[in-house]
C-alpha cells in the first residue's frame, strides 16, 4: 500500500519559466536513466528478491525514487506554467506565442500534446518503455546494473546541473544528484555482502578459459596494463598460432543422419556456383563512369555498348 504525503522529498524553487528546460529535464523523468525507470528496476527485483534484507533495501529505494520522480516532475511543471497558460488562455499574440513554446528542445511537443504537464517521455519525445529495465533475477547480477544505473543518472544530473543558471533547480538537481551517490554506496554494500559474488550466479567459468587475455586488435595503439597483463592473465598474441583455443578444427560441425545427409548435399548441389562463369550482369550492361571493371566485350560486349554509349555522348 502507497500513502502519498502532499510535500515534496526536497523543496521546487523554480525561478521562471523555461520550457526548453524543461523539456530537458524530461530525460530524468521519463528517459531510460530517469527516476522512473529506476523505481521500476527496483520494485520488480525487491518483490522477486528472497532475501529479506535486499528486499527491504530495494523496496526502500525503488518508493524514494518515486519521490525523486515527483521531484523532478514538479520542476518540469513550474518551468512550463506560465506558458501553459497562456497557450490555454491565448493571452499572446501568435508570434509570440509560437516562440516561446518553440524555445528549444522538445518544448513545442510538451506544450501542444502535454499541455506543459511532465510527459513519460525522454528529452527527446520517445516515449518511456519497460524495455529500459534490465533486471535478470539474480542479485550478483542485478546489484552490478543497479550500480552502474546509479552512475549514470548521477552523470546525467551534472549535465543538467551544467546547463542552468537558476539557483533553485541547481539546488534540487544537485539533492537528486547527491541521492544517486548514496544509493549506489548501499548496492554496493549489499553486493559484497554476498559471498563468492563474482563470476554471477552459479555455474563457475572453465578454468582453461578464465584467465585469457586475447589481443585481438593489433598494430599501432597497442597498450599493456593490469587489464591484459601480469601473473593474473595469459596473454594471447600470435592468434594464428594459438587459434581455436579449444584445440579442435576451428570449423562449425553436426552430426546428420543419413536422410538428412542426402537431402544437405542435394540442395548444395543445387546450389553450387559456377566458378569459371563470367556472365554480364546488369551492372555491366548499365556501367557508366566511375563503374570501374566491368566484363569485356567477349562476354555480350557490354564493353563496347558502354564506350559507344560515351562516345555518343560526347558527341
Known sequence: ??????????????AEPNP???????EQFGGPDGELAAAMRYFTQGLGDEDPGRRDLLLDIATEELS???VIG?????????VKAELAEASMEE????????????????????GGGPALTNSSGVPWTAAYIDSRGDPTCDLRSNIAAESRAKIIYERLINITDDPGIKEALGFLM???????????????????NFPPGKLPGVAAYADVYVNTSQGEGDRTGPWNQGDQWQRIDDLA????????????????????SAVVEAMAARLTSDPT?????GADLGAGPGAGRTSDADHGGARDMRDAKQMAQAH
Open 68 to 70: 525523486h520522480l515527483e
Open 1 to 14: 500500500m502507497f500513502i502519498h504525503n502532499k510535500r515534496l522529498q526536497y523543496t521546487v524553487r523554480v
Open 178 to 196: 547527491t541521492r544517486e551517490i548514496a544509493h549506489q554506496k548501499s548496492f554496493e554494500k549489499a553486493l559484497y555482502a554476498i559471498a563468492d
Open 95 to 114: 508570434a509570440e506565442l509560437y516562440r516561446a513554446i518553440n524555445a528549444g528542445g522538445d518544448s513545442h511537443t510538451q506544450s501542444i500534446l502535454y
Open 241 to 260: 598460432q594459438t587459434l581455436p583455443i579449444d584445440g579442435g578444427s576451428g570449423h562449425a560441425e553436426v552430426q546428420l543422419s543419413p536422410g538428412q
Open 74 to 82: 514538479s520542476i518540469v511543471a513550474m518551468l512550463n506554467r506560465g
Open 277 to 281: 562463369a563470367d556472365p554480364v550482369t
Open 20 to 26: 526548453a528546460l524543461a523539456s530537458l529535464l524530461l
